[in-house]
């Protein structure tokens, strides 16, 4: 599975959309891109998936480069709640079985 | 979404002695179930694969006689952490995914913080 990059941490008002940006520059054709969060001292937590089109749930938004390089999830108006460490994994959808390779995450902070 | 439970949440056990931890998927027959373990202020570090019915599949560096894998059903695996020691104290998740599913999606039971005194 190909290697993700994200920022270690950011902050965000409350209120305001949190963009978190990942960077999965060596992602292959068949690889699709996942995002979990894990709220302190819990299990991780799905948010959303996406191939190459964005997408929408009632979490939040997935945005994909054309190039399927990077992507930007997207926490349209953020809480204090949604404070966690979030995770941008890419997987082969068909391979092993929904083994997830964790990477550092990027550690976002809902301020008030 | 489909729940998947951990049994105990929080343990504490002797040094010397051996803990099991459960992870059930409530609702739906998990073809697959996933061990993570996680140290403080560091990501999930993926243990090992269960399979039903099957021998569980070890990531390199961890010691299979040590973490035992129980994966006796669709809905149940165990870890059994032998003769644990203080270093060992760590926050245990599991993660199932659904049988048949055409996108494999991973769900995460709420972890058991084990710690060894």
């Known amino acids: 599975d190909a290697k993700t990059t994200q920022p270690t941490s950011m902050d965000c008002a409350e209120g305001r959309a949190a963009n978190l940006p990942c960077n999965h520059s060596?992602?292959?054709?068949?690889?699709?891109v996942y995002w979990y969060r894990q709220i302190h001292s819990q299990g991780p937590q799905y948010i959303i998936h996406?191939?190459?089109n964005n997408e929408t749930n009632e979490m939040a938004s997935l945005i994909i480069t054309e190039d399927r390089k990077s992507s930007t999830l997207i926490l349209p108006h953020a809480t204090l709640r949604d404070t966690a460490v979030y995770y941008c994994?890419?997987?082969?959808?068909?391979?092993?079985?929904?083994?997830?390779?964790f990477g550092q995450g990027t550690e976002l902070s809902v301020k008030p | 979404g489909a729940v998947v439970s951990q049994h105990p949440s929080r343990v504490i056990c002797k040094s010397g002695t051996s803990v099991k931890i459960e992870c059930r998927s409530l609702?739906?027959?998990?073809?697959?179930m996933f061990w993570y373990r996680q140290f403080p202020k560091q990501s999930l570090m993926l243990m090992a694969t269960?399979?039903?019915?099957?021998?569980?599949?070890?990531e390199q560096g961890v010691e299979k006689d040590k973490f035992l894998i129980n994966h006796a059903s669709l809905t149940l695996s165990t870890l059994t952490v032998t003769s644990a020691h203080p270093e060992d104290s760590s926050f245990y998740i599991c993660?199932?995914?659904?049988?048949?599913?055409?996108?494999?999606?991973?769900?995460f039971g709420q972890g058991t913080r084990l710690t060894v005194v």
């Open positions: 993660s199932a995914t659904r049988q048949g599913a055409r996108i494999t999606e991973a769900f």
């Open positions: 996406g191939l190459k």
């Open positions: 269960s399979n039903e019915g099957s021998k569980a599949t070890y």
């Open positions: 609702d739906f027959q998990a073809t697959t």
């Open positions: 060596t992602i292959s054709g068949n690889e699709y």
């Open positions: 994994i890419v997987r082969a959808v068909y391979n092993q079985g929904g083994k997830l390779i």
